[in-house]
Each structure stands twice: as C-alpha cells, then as structure tokens.
C-alpha cells in the first residue's frame, strides 16, 4: 500500500499516512507499517509512528562516543548536529533524557540532541533511538523535511560517515 517509487523510507510512511486518511489511530497505522515490510535505511529500522511521529531503531552506539564526560553530548557528535541541522535551517538543542527526575547530588543526567525550531522538536537523536516528527501538530500536514534527511543523521550513528561533518 506504500509508494513503492518513493525512493526514501521517510516518504514512504508519509505517502501511507497522507493514503489511509485519518481513519486508523497510531498503533493501527504502525501495524500497517509492519505489514508493508518497509526496508532499513541508512542503517535506522521504522519501530511506530505516534503524534506524528516516527521512531527508528538505530545501529548499535557506543555510549563513550555520546558521552565522553558527565552525561554532556560530546562535541564531535555536537558539531555534526550542527552542520545537519544548518542545512535543514534548524536550531540544536541538548536538552537532558529526563527533566524531573531526582538525582544526587554529582551525578549529572544524560543528554540527547535535539533539531528544531524554538518550541518544536523535529528530530531527536539518541544513541538508543531517532524520532522524527513527519507532520505538524494543528494541521496534520506533512512537514517539509529533506528527502535525505536520514542519509544525513546517519553521520550521527555510523562511524565512517562522521568523517563527512568533520573540519
């Protein structure tokens, strides 16, 4: 039922989405998904699409790469964002993995990136996980992302392309 002629994944779960019409809730529309056998894509695996949504399992990370000290995203990973998030007319946030939890005093709390506008998230990269908002909150259109958007995140997860944000 998805475009097989659309060449990305991303396009794919929008042209289903835009077909089926809003008469499937998320969870029916991500056994939908499942169903259409989507294929992986720069190494990001389609998990479920919800609020508009879509998550991605990832490739294997090492935390160390992410986290080289006191839970703070490390800088190379930080530069590569940026350099995404510059094509994409994007700002980079780093926003903590939990907000309101309690910590003892000296610990420091994980943190992930996170592209978008001021008050919108677009996408979130973990090292566990992608999360893409593919439509917007109101009006349920599909947002206006790159067709190689995950070509381009796939720096943030796959070693031999970092080399490509490097300066």
């Known amino acids: 039922m998805t475009d097989s002629a659309t060449p990305n994944l991303l396009g794919r779960i929008v042209s ?5 019409g809003d008469g499937l809730n ?3 529309l991500t056994r939908l998904l499942h169903q259409e056998a989507l294929p992986s ?4 695996t389609f998990v479920s699409l919800c609020g508009g949504c879509a998550t991605f399992s990832v ?3 090492d935390p160390a790469r992410w986290y080289p000290e006191k839970g703070w995203i490390a800088p190379e990973k930080e530069a590569i964002a940026t350099a995404i998030a510059k094509k994409c007319g994007l700002s980079v946030f780093e926003p903590p993995d939990e907000r309101f939890t309690f910590r003892p005093p000296g610990s420091e709390a994980h943190h992930h990136l996170e592209m978008g506008y001021q008050t919108e998230a677009i996408v979130i ?3 566990s996980y992608l999360k893409i908002r593919l439509f917007g909150f109101a009006e349920k259109r599909p947002l206006p992302l790159p067709g190689n958007l ?3 995140l796939a720096a943030l997860y796959l070693e031999h392309l970092a080399a490509l944000y490097r300066t």
Do not use: I, N, S
Not at 16 to 20: G, K, N, P, S
């Open 16 to 20: 289903l989405r835009t077909t089926v």
């Open 26 to 28: 998320d969870d029916e």
């Open 41 to 44: 894509e720069e190494g990001f």
């Open 59 to 61: 490739p294997p990370q």
């Open 125 to 127: 990269a973990h090292p």
């Open 150 to 152: 995950l070509e381009q």
